[in-house]
């Protein structure tokens, strides 16, 4: 295999005095589509905010495309969908807006050029979101803001796209959009590391799932097989979008 998009190793860190990472070791590979796995807390999030350098890293070392994080400067190459927010943050902008400031990174001192400009109508496109581009943000549903985040990060034409529970609370629609968007771009040989509780319809995409438990890696592999995604014994992931009293999910990886 070419070197790595992305090598985590040995990574440790920690939120407040909390060890949240033991070491971990993740690597991917150029073109691969990986999941990252694992219950509520063991640290799924956190990696991957170790990535795009919002966590420290107490031990190990994360290199992008073969470079040390701390020296890596080429963030146009990546495409990070956060775990869901408001696309706006509560600051009154239009869906072109947010998707715009995604650009930033490929234009020089953000001036847009036409390029630029079509390269967020096609992003808009891709999401099917043309029709909504003058709209608030604010005037969107929760799966339409997911929507708009993920134009946000695909319309820089990233190598390497990151995104942390896509699917979390978002509708059907936009499920499916969201799961055709990703087919394009793993089709154009997008790298992709997806954060997910479940496999759910990106299941045919993930060439390989890396599982965390309580900080850890628990298995680094093929993707498990979801065997009746609620019947399986010993699972405790809770959707942090889910009702209070909604049932755990259960898929039997993730205990
Ligand atoms: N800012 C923080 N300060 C202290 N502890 C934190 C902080 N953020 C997260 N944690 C803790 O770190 C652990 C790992 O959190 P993380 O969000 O990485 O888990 P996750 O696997 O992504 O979980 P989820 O599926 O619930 O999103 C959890 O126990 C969480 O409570």
Same mark, same amino acid.
């Not at 993707?223 to 405790?236: E, I, K, N, T, Y």
């Given at each position: #295999?070419?070197?790595?998009? *992305?090598? *985590?190793?040995?990574?440790?860190?920690e939120?407040?005095?909390?060890?949240?990472?033991?070491?971990?070791?993740?690597?991917?590979?150029?073109?691969?589509v /990986?999941?990252?796995?694992?219950?509520?807390?063991?640290?799924?999030?956190?990696?991957?905010?170790?990535?795009?350098?919002?966590v =420290? /890293?107490?031990?190990?070392?994360?290199? !992008? &495309?073969?470079?040390?994080?701390?020296?890596f400067?080429?963030?146009?190459? *990546?495409?990070?969908?956060?775990?869901?927010?408001?696309?706006?943050?509560?600051?009154?902008?239009? /869906?072109?807006?947010?998707?715009?400031? @995604?650009?930033?990174?490929?234009?020089? &001192?953000?001036? &847009?050029?036409? %390029?630029?400009?079509?390269?967020?109508?096609?992003?808009?496109?891709?999401?099917?979101?043309a029709?909504?581009?003058r709209?608030?943000?604010?005037?969107?549903?929760?799966?339409?803001?997911?929507?708009?985040?993920? %134009?946000?990060?695909?319309?820089a034409?990233?190598? *390497?796209?990151? #995104?942390?529970? =896509? #699917?979390? @609370?978002?509708?059907?629609?936009s499920?499916e959009?969201? %799961?055709a968007?990703?087919?394009e771009?793993?089709?154009?040989?997008?790298? /992709? !590391?997806?954060?997910?509780h479940? !496999?759910?319809?990106?299941?045919?995409l993930?060439?390989?799932?890396?599982?965390?438990?309580?900080?850890?890696?628990? $298995?680094?592999?093929?993707?498990?097989?979801?065997? @009746?995604?609620?019947?399986l014994?010993?699972?405790? $992931?809770?959707?942090? $979008?889910?009702? %209070?009293?909604?049932?755990?999910?259960?898929?039997?990886?993730?205990?």
């Amino acid at each position: #295999m070419s070197e790595p998009v *992305l090598a *985590l190793r040995g990574v440790r860190a920690e939120l407040g005095a909390r060890p949240v990472l033991r070491g971990i070791d993740l690597t991917v590979g150029r073109g691969e589509v /990986v999941a990252l796995l694992g219950a509520n807390g063991s640290g799924k999030s956190t990696a991957v905010r170790t990535v795009i350098g919002q966590v =420290p /890293v107490s031990a190990g070392t994360v290199e !992008l &495309f073969g470079t040390p994080r701390a020296r890596f400067r080429d963030w146009a190459r *990546l495409g990070y969908v956060p775990q869901r927010t408001t696309a706006a943050g509560g600051v009154p902008a239009t /869906v072109t807006e947010v998707v715009s400031s @995604g650009r930033l990174s490929r234009t020089r &001192f953000g001036v &847009f050029r036409k %390029a630029d400009h079509a390269a967020v109508r096609h992003s808009l496109e891709l999401v099917g979101l043309a029709d909504r581009a003058r709209d608030p943000v604010d005037a969107l549903s929760g799966g339409q803001h997911q929507r708009v985040l993920i %134009a946000r990060a695909l319309v820089a034409e990233p190598e *390497l796209l990151i #995104m942390d529970e =896509p #699917m979390a @609370g978002v509708d059907l629609a936009s499920q499916e959009v969201l %799961a055709a968007t990703l087919r394009e771009q793993v089709a154009r040989g997008t790298t /992709v !590391l997806l954060v997910l509780h479940e !496999l759910g319809p990106l299941e045919p995409l993930i060439d390989r799932a890396v599982v965390l438990r309580d900080g850890c890696v628990l $298995h680094d592999g093929p993707p498990p097989r979801a065997v @009746g995604q609620h019947a399986l014994p010993g699972h405790d $992931h809770v959707h942090p $979008h889910s009702p %209070a009293d909604a049932h755990p999910l259960r898929t039997g990886l993730l205990s």
